[in-house]
């Protein structure tokens, strides 16, 4: 079984849309990350976790939102959903004190906004 | 303030072939150096990592890469290619614990039978 898994792996949705993108992990990692991905452009960091009570902004937040219910689940939530929120979202965990750790990714999530 | 800079959005190589990725990095604090790699439809996956021990860093696979203070270059080779290498090869770089991780935009890597 995949050790972080992203629930759901394809979505299409319609502009103005909420919609909710789940990530849970069987690592025991205290750290977790939502990226997106974007052709040309690499990953980019929306939230990060660095355990249940402290979550932080990355460098591209606005328009997402983030829960992190326990340990092993950290949610991604799109209140109103655009078209330029058209990407490849993923998830990732990390089981030690900053970035210098080893990040472990899961299979993504691919979204359309239509 | 940290940038990683990928140099060929695309390389194509031939099986047996050499494999080289360039990264040229920006940091204002020593820094730890990534490569990631990313198979079709699969999330992203460490191939190695630079954390200021031994500046020649081997990693899965086959790959290698050289830390260059002076060039501020860290890039990935293999001596000979496979078919299965074909993938998206990802740099990326962080200061330290005050920092986060940066990514380059990609390398799509194909190997050509």
């Known amino acids: 079984d995949a050790d972080v898994t992203q629930t759901p792996r394809n979505r299409i949705t319609k502009t103005g849309k909420r919609i909710m993108l789940e990530c849970s992990q069987t690592k025991g990692h205290d750290r977790m990350y939502w990226y997106r991905q974007d052709p040309g452009l690499g990953l980019r960091l929306i939230y990060y976790?660095?355990?249940?009570?402290?979550?932080n902004k990355g460098e591209i937040s606005d328009g997402y939102s983030v829960s992190r219910q326990a340990q092993a689940k950290f949610s991604l939530s799109l209140e109103s959903a655009i078209p330029n929120q058209t990407a490849l979202y993923f998830c990732?965990?990390?089981?030690?004190?900053?970035?210098?750790?080893?990040?472990?990714f899961g299979p993504g999530t691919r979204l359309t906004v239509l | 303030a940290q940038s990683v800079t990928q140099l060929g959005s695309h390389v194509s190589v031939s099986e047996g072939a050499l494999v080289l990725l360039r990264c040229n990095y920006s940091s204002s604090v020593p820094p730890y150096l990534f490569w990631y790699v990313q198979y079709p439809n699969q999330g992203l996956q460490l191939l190695l990592k630079?954390?200021?021990?031994?500046?020649l860093v081997k990693g899965i696979n086959g790959f290698e890469a050289e830390f260059k203070k002076s060039e501020t270059s860290f890039h990935l080779t293999k001596p000979s290619a496979h078919m299965s290498d074909a993938a998206e090869y990802f740099c990326a770089v962080t200061g330290g614990s005050n920092y986060k991780l940066t990514f380059g935009k990609g390398t799509l890597l194909t190997v050509n039978p």
């Open positions: 630079y954390t200021s021990a031994a500046t």
């Open positions: 976790s660095f355990d249940v009570k402290d979550i």
């Open positions: 990732a965990t990390s089981p030690g004190l900053d970035f210098r750790d080893t990040q472990y």
